[in-house]
């Protein structure tokens, strides 16, 4: 069985979790079937990896326009697979055209939906149309589409409901947990500046309205003045949201010491230490269909204060791995008191803290190895094939 992968992000150009996730997939797919990944970029080939990048003509285009230019390449590139699985819309136009042009089987997981996604509008303007079109166009022409939580399957039914509800699969996100295990060095601690005698709370991910880090930030003014705040946090969708963060930033530096801001990518090993010696780690997500992150964290033995949305509380167990924090966007303020209040009672309990710590440690392991998850993957492809 010969696969093609379509992802935007591959590495070494992965910034959120639906790059994490084709990297992890691909290399342990390779076990199971003969893989080639055709993903954004200028690389050359280079082995079972195809780069493509938009057309030159489209340098100053809609994102949108560039991302079909893309899909268009892959699609040409394609012949010879017997199924193409696709991820997230920059690639799903290209599963499809490969399934009409070539017949080939095309699956597609689904890592957010635009529908549930309407600020992206202000990162993509009309592309926003032509994204959630695409979208719409991949996922209800797929012969089969991977949700990556329960969560996310009712969100895809709900916001597609011509959608077959027998072609939904429910494949969730893993982890490596040889990669992401507790590290006790400190060199990465000294050089970004935190104080290892005081508890500190950790964001890692990108400057999106999704992420819903402004709450953590409103938050954070009521937090006790003990504990630190390490933002690692980067890629702005825009230069507004961007000036929205640096302004609350500066804003809570002010009144507080230890507010912390790593505002470029930092190698994993570096994350896994910031992970590692975090009192709590925070996801204030207003939308996550899972939240790789979460796993990262609770893998290097750290309790999660995470927003009960989407697929978080199929991995955060409440009291167990970390703590809930119910969101309702038309109470922001009680959401933002929520948070300042589980990250105070995590930091003020050492002993519960380091029990939730250990527990998200054996769940990852227990429950999330990307073993499973190429293994889960592969039945839906066998399936796929022998019903054709």
């Not at 002010?254 to 590692?276: A, F, N, S």
Request: charged share 25%; proline share 6%.
């Amino acid at each position: 069985m010969k696969v093609g992968l379509l992802t935007r992000e591959y590495p070494p150009d992965v910034y959120g979790g639906a790059g994490v996730h084709v990297e992890f997939l691909a290399r342990e797919l390779r076990a199971l079937a003969q893989v080639e990944v055709h993903c954004w970029g200028a690389r050359e080939a280079l082995g079972a990896v195809h780069g493509h990048r938009p057309d030159d003509a489209l340098g100053h285009a809609n994102e949108a326009l560039r991302a079909f230019s893309v899909d268009l390449r892959m699609a040409a590139a394609l012949d010879g697979c017997d199924l193409v699985h696709s991820h997230t819309w920059y690639t799903g136009l290209a599963g499809h055209f490969a399934k009409l042009l070539h017949g080939l089987p095309h699956v597609m997981t689904a890592h957010s939906l635009e529908p549930l996604r309407p600020w992206k509008a202000e990162q993509l303007g009309g592309g926003y149309t032509l994204s959630s079109w695409a979208e719409r166009t991949a996922i209800e022409s797929a012969d089969a589409v991977v949700a990556v939580s329960h969560g996310m399957r009712a969100d895809i039914l709900s916001s597609y409901p011509a959608l077959d509800p027998g072609r939904v699969r429910v494949v969730h996100n893993g982890i490596d947990t040889a990669l992401y295990r507790p590290d006790p060095a400190t060199d990465v601690l000294e050089r970004v500046g935190i104080d290892p005698k005081r508890p500190y709370a950790l964001f890692v991910g990108r400057i999106t309205r999704q992420k819903g880090v402004p709450h953590l930030l409103r938050a954070a003014r009521a937090l006790d003045p003990g504990t630190q705040l390490v933002l690692c946090a980067g890629a702005p969708d825009t230069p507004e949201i961007e000036r929205e963060f640096r302004d609350l930033v500066d804003e809570l530096r002010r009144t507080r010491r230890g507010v912390h801001w790593i505002e470029r990518m930092l190698p994993r090993p570096d994350v896994v230490q910031l992970l590692t010696h975090a009192a709590v780690f925070v996801c204030p997500s207003v939308y996550e269909p899972l939240g790789i992150v979460n796993l990262e964290a609770m893998a290097c033995g750290t309790p999660v204060v995470a927003s009960a949305v989407g697929g978080i509380p199929e991995v955060v167990e409440h009291g167990g791995t970390g703590l809930l924090v119910p969101y309702d966007e038309s109470h922001p303020a009680a959401f933002e008191a929520g948070l300042a209040a589980a990250v105070d009672r995590l930091t003020g309990d050492r002993d519960a803290a380091a029990r939730m710590g250990a527990a998200g440690r054996e769940r990852a392991v227990r429950e999330f190895g990307w073993d499973a998850v190429a293994r889960r993957t592969a039945v839906v492809y066998e399936e796929i094939l022998k019903s054709k």
